[in-house]
């Protein structure tokens, strides 16, 4: 069965960085579209960052400049650069695979920037 699972996240002071990484097994990596989505408490899912098949990148308007998402198709990973963080980017980050019709989420992994 498909499997997308995340790690990294963790709790880390305003200005400081994390590294996500999302790896995939049982799916064609390639040819998969892979995206970052975050969902703070209370608050709808939001996108945060692609990485298409075809190694198109765009970003959510709030992480633009902040966060840089790639990817490594020989190892089937993605993972999300995050620096300069701030109290806001306080979520559960999730993993996600797409192509066509299918579509495969991660189980997420909760960042937390505090003081």
């Known amino acids: 069965q498909v499997q997308l699972v995340e790690s990294g996240g963790g709790l880390v002071q305003p200005g400081g960085s994390l590294r996500l990484t999302c790896a995939a097994s049982?799916?064609?990596?390639?040819?998969?579209?892979m995206g970052w989505y975050r969902q703070a408490l209370g608050k709808e899912r939001e996108l945060v960052a692609v990485f298409t098949s075809g190694s198109t990148i765009f970003y959510g308007s709030s992480v633009k400049g902040r966060f840089t998402i790639s990817r490594d198709n020989a190892k089937n990973i993605v993972y999300l650069q995050m620096d300069s963080l701030k109290p806001e980017d306080t979520a559960v980050y999730y993993c996600k695979a797409y192509h066509l019709t299918r579509a495969y989420w991660g189980q997420g992994t909760q960042v937390t920037v505090s003081s």
């Open positions: 049982e799916i064609t990596f390639s040819l998969y579209d």
